[in-house]
C-alpha cells in the first residue's frame, strides 16, 4: 500500500512538473504569434494533464463521507 501511495506521489510530481513547463512554454509563444494548431495542441496536452492530475489526487486522498 506505501509503495503504490509513493507511486502515485511521484507521478504527481511529474503531471504537475509537465503541467507548470507547458504553462511556460505557451506563455513564450503566443506572444510571437507562433503555430496557432502547436499552441491549441499544448493546451489540449495541458488540459489533459489537468484531468490526470486531479485523478491521482483523488486516489491519494479519497473522498471521506460525512
Known amino acids: 500500500m ?3 501511495r509513493e507511486n502515485l506521489l511521484r507521478r504527481l510530481h ?3 512538473t509537465e503541467h507548470r513547463d507547458l504553462d511556460t512554454v505557451i506563455a513564450r509563444l503566443e506572444p510571437g504569434g507562433a503555430d496557432a494548431i502547436h499552441i491549441a495542441r499544448l493546451k489540449k496536452r ?4 489537468k ?3 486531479a485523478w491521482l ?3 491519494i486522498t479519497p473522498d471521506i463521507p460525512a
Not at 495541458?46 to 494533464?49: A, D, G, M, P, V
Open 2 to 4: 506505501m509503495i503504490d
Open 14 to 16: 511529474e503531471l504537475r
Open 46 to 49: 495541458k488540459l489533459k494533464l
Open 51 to 53: 484531468d490526470e492530475i
Open 57 to 59: 489526487e483523488n486516489q
